[in-house]
């Protein structure tokens, strides 16, 4: 069948986009954010502590690491500010063309700098440098397409297509993972930390820039900018936004509060614990995570599926108490040896795709329509630095102080935020209407 097209009635200037069109260059702009996001996580464990802090202990230089590792979260809203000043006044294809150019050069940078051997504490500096620069690219990234999909959905369809920018998530780890594990096995440990892990970022420069055209595609069209100005969806200045809609800016940045924390909790931090704490090798622990991504493909489908029938916040609510119950049983599943880890990412990545499936937009309609685009880029931004940004770090320092099922508990507070800010976001909404 074909897809609806989302060009105005009558309008004969231009190519049409169509929904599908849409979805494509929404799927494979997010795959690439996230395979880029992952490669960083990825060499974050495997790669980094020794790369760039090996003047400590392996798990004091992770540590380190994730800290850098949040720098990017930290830049985000700040990316976002600036971004959008562009947009307002160069417009999106200028925003879009210099966001990803700056993500891609500081990718590119990150795999070619030299290690703390070589520059002591200036490649360390670097790299902080470098990871902010990735962080103001996230944020100045944000185009759109989602909102533009969700609002052309058919009747009925709004949760399923809610759900196809999520999934670029992933298919950006099921990639990342299997490129380091094909790295790890064919490499010697020298020649890994010498230059193969450099690799992954090269192929992440690439995978930008076909992203770039794919999604300028969507970006250029006169029907596209013709859309937003008749849906409102212009960009209105951050000021303007937060004094407008600040409360709803918050209640919606902790709404997606337990499935951010869990996107991290079933990634990188199982990834940096199973390395630092066991004898196993990374590669077996990488291939259970590219397993566990599918069974997190297909529950993301189907949350799409019963969004549909339940309500997107009925679905979010009930995936923050799957997540609750996941947290209480996490601690164990990690220590029981492959079965366990296997029995751990497959339930993580149902329940992260459950929830993770519908967290996009889910507070969009507290948002008045001239703010909503700024709105729902502030809220992303302000989710994933609550949500994720620290989760890492966090989760690793309460593990190795004071026991495994200390990360349970911090998992377990997040989902208790999720439920709390669900509670919020319907009292204000009920206000508003």
């Given at each position: 069948m074909q897809s609806p097209a989302i060009a105005e009635?009558?309008?004969?200037?231009?190519?049409?986009?169509?929904?599908?069109?849409?979805?494509?260059?929404?799927?494979?702009?997010?795959?690439?954010?996230?395979?880029?996001?992952?490669?960083?996580?990825?060499?974050?464990?495997?790669?980094?502590?020794?790369?760039?802090?090996?003047?400590?202990?392996?798990?004091?230089?992770?540590?380190?690491?994730?800290?850098?590792?949040?720098?990017?979260?930290?830049?985000?809203?700040?990316?976002t500010v600036i971004f959008t000043a562009v947009d307002r006044r160069f417009g999106k294809s200028a925003k879009l063309i210099g966001a990803l150019f700056l993500m891609g050069s500081s990718t590119v940078a990150v795999g070619l700098l030299p290690g703390y051997d070589v520059l002591g504490w200036w490649a360390i500096a670097l790299l902080a440098t470098l990871r902010i620069g990735q962080g103001l690219a996230l944020g100045g990234a944000w185009d759109g397409l989602a909102s533009l999909l969700a609002l052309n959905a058919p009747e009925g369809?709004?949760?399923?297509?809610?759900?196809?920018?999520?999934?670029?998530?992933?298919?950006?780890?099921i990639v990342a993972s299997l490129l380091f594990a094909y790295l790890v096995t064919a490499l010697s440990a020298e020649d890994l930390l010498d230059w193969g892990w450099r690799y992954p970022f090269f192929v992440a420069f690439a995978i930008n820039v076909v992203a770039l055209f794919a999604r300028l595609r969507m970006v250029v069209t006169p029907q596209y900018r013709r859309l937003f100005e008749s849906r409102d969806l212009e960009p209105s200045t951050v000021r303007e936004t937060v004094a407008a809609e600040g409360r709803g800016i918050l209640a919606?940045?902790?709404?997606?509060?337990?499935?951010?924390?869990?996107?991290?909790m079933v990634t990188v931090f199982p990834l940096s614990w199973v390395f630092l704490y066991t004898n196993q090798s990374p590669v077996g622990f990488?291939?259970?995570?590219?397993?566990?991504?599918?069974?997190?493909?297909?529950?993301?489908?189907?949350?799409?599926?019963?969004?549909?029938?339940?309500?997107?916040?009925?679905?979010?609510?009930?995936?923050?108490?799957?997540?609750?119950?996941?947290?209480?049983?996490?601690?164990?599943?990690?220590?029981?040896?492959r079965a366990g880890e296997a029995f751990f990412?497959?339930?993580?990545?149902?329940?992260?795709?459950?929830?993770?499936?519908?967290?996009?937009?889910?507070?969009?309609?507290?948002?008045?329509?001239?703010?909503?685009?700024?709105?729902?880029?502030?809220?992303?931004?302000?989710?994933?630095?609550?949500?994720?940004?620290?989760?890492?770090?966090?989760?690793?320092?309460?593990?190795s102080g004071l026991g495994l099922?200390?990360?349970?508990?911090?998992?377990?507070?997040?989902?208790?935020?999720?439920?709390?800010?669900?509670?919020?976001?319907?009292?204000?909404?009920?206000?508003?209407v």
């Open positions: 009635p009558g309008d004969q200037s231009g190519e049409h986009v169509s929904t599908s069109d849409i979805a494509v260059g929404v799927i494979i702009g997010r795959s690439s954010e996230f395979f880029d996001f992952f490669v960083y996580a990825i060499a974050s464990v495997l790669i980094f502590p020794r790369q760039f802090f090996p003047f400590v202990p392996p798990l004091e230089g992770t540590l380190w690491s994730f800290a850098v590792f949040a720098l990017a979260f930290l830049a985000r809203p700040v990316g369809r709004r949760g399923f297509y809610a759900m196809v920018p999520q999934l670029g998530a992933p298919v950006g780890l919606g940045a902790f709404v997606p509060l337990a499935s951010f924390a869990l996107f991290h990488l291939l259970i995570e590219a397993m566990g991504a599918v069974f997190g493909i297909a529950a993301t489908f189907f949350s799409g599926w019963v969004s549909d029938r339940v309500g997107r916040r009925s679905l979010l609510f009930w995936g923050a108490a799957g997540i609750a119950v996941f947290s209480l049983l996490a601690p164990v599943l990690l220590e029981a040896g990412m497959i339930y993580g990545f149902v329940i992260l795709g459950f929830s993770f499936g519908q967290s996009s937009g889910a507070v969009a309609s507290l948002f008045a329509k001239e703010h909503r685009y700024t709105a729902s880029a502030l809220v992303s931004d302000l989710a994933w630095l609550f949500g994720a940004g620290f989760a890492p770090l966090a989760a690793l320092t309460l593990a099922f200390a990360s349970g508990f911090y998992l377990l507070s997040g989902a208790v935020c999720t439920m709390l800010a669900l509670h919020l976001a319907r009292r204000l909404e009920g206000r508003s």
